[in-house]
Every structure is written in structure tokens, then in C-alpha cells.
């Protein structure tokens, strides 16, 4: 419904959703955002400057990450002095993530968000706005059940609460070198339908990655997960996130 009537339309619709734009600010997202914009004054210097700038203008971004400088590798490009490189990973209300398992922003995304950090860092600074590289955990565990739990709807539920725990929007931004089996297992344990765990392992698609560039690397689940019963194999898999 149109807020004042205007002759010759008599209904509007919305087919879609909306996206890309911003909650009402309260007061407190207000000072919030008025002492960050005293603090870096649209100015990018400091690491700091460049992920609030990004969170500021483009409120789809969930995490945004400056990435420490370093010598460039053989056959690297765009590393080294005078380069900013900055992580975004989209948060759940972007409109174009193709899959919630690996958030990746499109190339226009990305070239809007390097043109706001270059107009805010001056002429003396390039700015690379980059994907993170998503490094997915697979889990493999024996479990046993408590007394009345059906196995097989037991270990689909695990897989479920394993995907969402593992998901790159649930993990702090400390979580990017790979989760421990202890802290994994103590989840796993809390579940209301595990009895116990008789064994657990947490394998990385790309340990090298999570070894050689940690900061850019973001902690995803894998496709499937592995959970063997105590009496039989229950392998559960879903290939849909």
C-alpha cells in the first residue's frame, strides 16, 4: 500500500525480499559509530581504520580483516610494500552467497569495498580486497547413544549440530586455525542425545593453507560428516549445507 495514494496505481507488491540496507540506528548504534568516526576519521591508517570502515559502509559484511604484511613468495603478486590486503567474509543477510558453507562476497562487492578504502587511504596505498580462503573440518567420530535414541536419527542430528557449530557465521574470528578436539568433543558431549564418545578426529582440507597464511584462513565444515554407532557403521552423510 502506497503511503499517500497516487492516481492510477492501486497496488504494490514486493515479489523479493529487501537487502542491503540497514536496521534503524538506535541511540547506543549511534555512539558507537559516532566515537569509531572520531577515532579513524574517514581516514584508514591503521588496521583498525580499514575493518570499521568496511563494517560501517557495507553493512552485509560480516567480518572484515586486514591481513599483516609480509614479503611476497615466489610466483605471489599484489604482496608487499605499500599493499593492503583486506578479508571480508559476507555475513547470512548477503544477497549473493551461493553456498552458507563458504560466504564469499562477488566481484563487484569487492571492487565497491576497494574503492571506499582507497578513497579513505590516499594515492600512496593499493588496496587488494580479497575472499577468505575457507578451510573445511571433517569430523569422524564413534559415538554412543543414550538409552532410547534412535541411531540412525541420532547421528543425522549430529551431522546438523555439527554443520551449524562448524559454520564460518557461528566461529569467532579466533577460531581461524582450526578448532581442538577437546573443545570440539566437550560440544559433541553436550548434546542431549549423546551418551558418550568413544573416539573423535578433526580432519582440514587444507591443513597447508591454515599453516602458511593462517589470518586469511576461516574455519568452515566440511559437506559431510562421518558418525559410526557402537553396534553399526551409521554412515550419515547430507551433501546439501
Known sequence: MLAKPVRGIALVTQPAGSFGGRAAESDRDFQVRASERLRHKDRAVLGWDYERTVLEQFPTVWKARVLPARAARAGEQDVGPGIVRVVVVPGPGSPDVPDPAVPTSGAETLAAIARVLQQAAGPFVRIRVLDPIFVRARVTAAIRWREGEDPRISADRLIADLKAYLSPWENDIRRDRGVSEPELAEFVQSRSYVDLISSMTIAYDDAAAL?????????????????HGEVAVLAAVQESY
Open 211 to 227: 599453516a602458511s597464511e593462517p589470518e586469511r584462513c576461516f574455519l568452515t565444515t566440511a559437506s559431510s560428516h562421518e558418525i
